[in-house]
């Protein structure tokens, strides 16, 4: 037994997963999973609301020819919930338009069927550590190492190009959103990196890292964005603590659609709006108005599942929440700002909401 396996906080799933993958990597190692059982708001059900994830185990995706090990699946996978329902809806994974990511429930069974079909390992009785409980409001973040802020280079360092190519100003995405550049790190991938990060109640709480150029991720032998190990996205909205000025919110899925629509703009990082990430947004914006802005190439796969998490806002919104959905091939981080601002304003005024970008 190795180290790894004998320090899982679930034995069984690892050794399934050991044994149907070949390689499993640990993330969030020994952290237990935080929850309390709420009432939906829709259908007046009692389920589980998942605070903090805890362990999680990394795989290459058999879905979407992954090599990233880019397949989350929690340690609590396969056991029963609080009614006594096996969880096998808690994996995902974050390469752009794989069915598990869009939640598709076909490929839910696929995966089923891969870790409990053949073998059948009960992981409805397996044996769960504990763990050591994890408070959101406590979790700090460090840079990746040597940064200096974008608006601090020279006009002609890659960084400040890349900005200025895509339409962003360098001096304004360093002073408002504390962008950074990391020249020297201790971890290869954050090495000559755009740093972003992440706040919590005026806490850096973790970080993106992104390289300052485009190409086809998918093909790329590192990811788009790498998140900082233990930052919490699921129980944070980016920038909402600007956006809380404004009359109106906008939810898109990444920060550089933030930073295209502005101070009012929010990301869920990642085409996802959980059960904290929704509270959040209400309690920010409950006499207010907000928009959901996913990008195009998702909608489609998602729209079972986000219709009624739009219901939910809207019904919780004193001036209303509506989904805009922008054109095939184009997505915010793409679009001038004005241009953006416009048909977003356009389109919810059809669906009974009014854009207000001003301050309260």
Known sequence: MTNEERQALNRTLY???????????????GEAQTRKVVTDLLTGRKKPNILNSGEYYTVCCPFCNDTRFRLYINHRYGSDDEFGRP?????????????????????????????????????????????????????????????????QLDESHVA????????????????????????????LICREKLIIPIYLNKKMVGWQARPPFDCDWKKAP???????????????????????????????????DVWRIGPQGVCTL?????????????????????????????KEQIREKVLPIVA????????????????????????????????IAAQAAKKGVTVDWSKR
């Open 160 to 187: 400040r190009q890349y900005l200025v190519e895509r339409g962003f100003d360098p001096v304004k995405i360093g002073r408002f959103y504390n962008v950074h550049w990391c020249s020297e790190s201790t971890r």
């Open 222 to 256: 590192y990811p788009k964005y790498y998140t900082a190990p233990g930052t919490p996205r699921k129980n944070l909205l980016y920038n909402l603590r600007n956006a809380s000025n404004y009359r109106t919110g906008i939810i898109t899925e990444g920060v550089t």
């Open 15 to 29: 050794r399934r997963l050991k044994a149907t993958f070949g390689h499993v990597k640990v993330k969030n190692s």
């Open 270 to 298: 990642g085409a996802t709006l959980t059960e904290p990430q929704q509270q959040l947004f209400i309690e920010a914006f409950k006499e207010h108005a907000g928009v959901l802005l996913f990008d195009p190439d998702v």
């Open 312 to 343: 939910r806002i809207n019904s919780e919104l004193k001036s209303g929440f509506c989904w805009v959905n922008l054109p095939e091939g184009r997505d915010p981080g793409s679009m001038p700002r004005k241009e953006l601002r416009a048909y």
């Open 87 to 151: 969880q096998v809806h808690l994996a995902t994974c974050f390469n752009a338009g794989c069915p598990l990511q869009m939640k598709d429930s076909t490929t839910y069974q696929k995966l089923q069927d891969m870790l409990l079909g053949h073998s059948f390992v009960d992981l409805r009785k397996a044996t769960i550590t504990q763990g050591v409980q994890v408070d959101v409001e406590r979790i700090r973040s460090e840079w990746p190492g040597t940064v200096v802020r974008i608006d």
